[in-house]
Each structure stands twice: as C-alpha cells, then as structure tokens.
C-alpha cells in the first residue's frame, strides 16, 4: 500500500486479497506487486532461454513466465529452472502431462486453464503434481478462448462471461482441496479487461495478476497496458503484473516497473524528470537524457533525477530530487544537489559529472538502508 499522509490525493489502497507464493516471492496481501515476463526464445534452446531469464532479472523481473508446448521442452524446464535467478512459471495449454512434468521438473508456479487440459481426472493429476511439489497454480482466463458454454449463454465475450469462466475454475481447485492459486482474467481490448477484472476483484479473495494480453508493439502496447493496468493497479487492483509487448522482455520488465513507479508502488533505480526542452535550452536535454538513460541502467537504489533544459522550471525541480541539473548560459549549468544548489559544470563534463553524483548518491542511500534495518 502506498500512504502519504501529507498527501493523501497519493493514497492508493490495495485490495486486500490472500498471500500465495510462487516459490520465493510472495504474491498478494502485502507483498510488494511483482513484476513478471516471459521468454520468446524455444525453451528447448536452454543456453539462450536462460540467457534471457536472467536478463530480464537483472532488469527486474520478479518472476519469469516460460512456455512448456512439448515433452523436449519439460526437460529443457529442469535445467532452465536450476540456473534461474528467479522462479519459473511453466506455462501449460491443452497437454495435461506438460503440467506433471512442468510440477515435476520444478516450475513455482503452473499456468494453466483447466478448462482446456482435458477431464476431471486429468485435471486432478495437474492439482495432485503440483501438491506434491510445492507449485502454485494461475487460473489464466483468457477473453479469447473462453469456453462454449459461455460463448452460448453470453453471445460474446464480456466481462460477466470471463468472471464466470474464472469462478469455474476456482471451483474445480476448491473441490480438489487446492488454494495456492492466483488468477488473470485477460483481454487485448482495454474496457472489456478493466471491467472483467473489476468484477474477479469482487467475487475473490485470491490474488489477482494483471495483463493486457497482446496488447501490440513496444509504443502502442505500452500505452495500452500504462491505460489499462494503470487504471485497475489505481484502483487498489492487481498483486503482480505483465505487460505485454511484441518486444524484449527486458523492455516489459522496464515498461511494467515504469507503471508501478508513475503510481508509487514500487520504486527500483532512477526516476529521471526531465523537460521537453525547447528553444531556451542551455544544452542537449533530448541527447543527455538519453544518454543518462543507459549510463545509470546499473543503479538499483530508488532516487531522483532532474535535468532541465533552463532556469524556468529547473530550480523547481531540483527542489524535489536527489540529483538536479538545470541548464544555464555561457555552456554550463547548475548542478543540484538534494534539492539545494551546489556547483556549477560545463556542459561537456556534466555526463559523466552526474553519473558520479548518483552512484555517490544511491550508495549514500544504500548504506543509511543497511543501517536502518
Ligand atoms: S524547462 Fe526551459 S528548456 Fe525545458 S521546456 Fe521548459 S522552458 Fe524549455
């Protein structure tokens, strides 16, 4: 939950819904909201699948989400899930025996819709593997594949359609004495996911996990997720999130962080404010930040960062960051630090001037956190 009580128009309050955990990382209650991807590689091609795993940790990803489509790939799992930084999600469709052997070679968590992996038994041998080893399970409704009884009695799909299809499946885990589950109730169409989650955030208490699915390229799909689950996660919705993107997983790693920081869910590395800049810029604000973007990719520590183009806004700024600089005449500019003027730097130099005040700065920050706990 994020609380300000100086500034309460800040206050976001999260459903309270139950904790689960896919292996190590909690998901719901009070945990922090987790961020999650999946691989676009073969999972049979181990060597590049883990290379992009741990990738996407290293950018932040709490979780990693791999597609388990054929036996070869459940072996594959096995070894990918022993060098993982972070738990594994065993993606699984149609093939009850992908769940056993993803449970078996020791997925966190299952992702399967029970609806489409065959009969009741077979489904309870997918409940009773993932029991035996300590996996959790994600019902993952999807508005594109529900199932033709709904399709039948709803004519399309609709909200109240993939609520019902998810509280099925919650029954059939519930009968199976099974409760370590979480859900998703997904579509491409922003209103018609909003709404449906709206509605699985009623009738459950379980932990929900938020995506837009196929919501398009890396500019158009993170508009639409930014939308979508930024509409839902200000609400108080969703206990870990995907974006999905036509693109790296990294940059979905990137675009579902930029999202809880816009909302002051969580906080990991720097937060750069800078302008659009204009005719009075004192220097390159487009070139430097960009340039800065890459340069501090390294730091994890949450802080703050303005570069601004001139005297307008740049004071104004800085006041409320860790590390400023506002650009001036004569090709230098003011740098700031915590929020006070402190020296001035020419242009030229302040690049690699900046990146040493924030690496000075996170670590400042990084030994008061260590003393404090
Ligand atoms: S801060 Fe200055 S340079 Fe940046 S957009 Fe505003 S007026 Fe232009």
């Not at 300000?4 to 999260?14: D, L, S």
């Not at 099974?178 to 859900?183: A, L, N, T, Y």
Request: glycine share 10%.
């Amino acid at each position: 939950m994020s609380l300000n009580h100086v500034r309460p128009w800040r206050n976001i309050y999260r459903r309270k819904s139950r904790q689960i955990m896919v292996g190590n990382v909690p998901v719901g209650g009070d945990a922090p909201i987790a961020v999650q991807t999946m691989t676009n590689t073969l999972t049979t091609d181990v060597a590049g699948t883990i290379a992009q795993v741990q990738a996407a940790a290293e950018a932040g990803a709490d979780i990693v989400r791999i597609s388990v489509p054929d036996e070869a790939s459940s072996k594959a799992l096995k070894e990918i899930v022993r060098e993982s930084p972070v738990p594994i999600v065993a993606d699984i469709h149609f093939h009850y025996r992908r769940g056993i052997e993803a449970a078996e070679a020791g997925a966190a968590c299952l992702r399967i819709n029970p609806g489409n992996i065959g009969d009741e038994k077979r489904v309870k041998e997918v409940i009773k593997a993932a029991q035996d080893h300590n996996c959790s399970i994600r019902i993952g409704v999807n508005a594109g594949s529900l199932e033709k009884h709904l399709l039948e009695k709803y004519g399309e799909p609709c909200p109240e359609a993939m609520v019902e299809s998810g509280l099925e499946h919650i029954r059939i885990l519930q009968d199976n004495d099974f409760h370590e589950f979480k859900i998703s109730v997904k579509a491409s169409d922003v209103f018609l996911s909003a709404a449906a989650y709206q509605g699985i955030a009623e009738a459950t208490d379980a932990p929900i996990h938020l995506g837009i699915t196929e919501a398009g390229g890396l500019v158009s799909g993170t508009i639409k997720s930014a939308i979508g689950l930024g509409n839902l996660l200000w609400m108080g919705i969703g206990d870990t999130i995907r974006v999905s993107l036509s693109a790296d997983p990294v940059e979905e790693v990137k675009v579902g962080f930029e999202i809880l920081k816009s909302l002051g869910l969580r906080h990991r590395g720097v937060n750069i404010i800078s302008c659009p800049s204009c005719a009075r810029q004192g220097f390159d604000v487009i070139k430097t930040v960009e340039a800065l973007e890459q340069r501090l990719e390294h730091i994890k520590t949450p802080m703050s960062l303005s570069i601004i183009g001139c005297v307008v806004n740049g004071p104004g700024e800085a006041l409320m960051t860790d590390v400023g600089f506002t650009g001036g005449g004569a090709g230098s500019g003011m740098v700031y630090l915590a929020g006070k003027a402190s020296h001035k730097m020419s242009n030229e130099q302040m690049i690699d001037h900046i990146v040493g005040e924030v690496e000075k700065k996170a670590a400042e920050l990084d030994s008061a956190a260590e003393a404090a706990e």
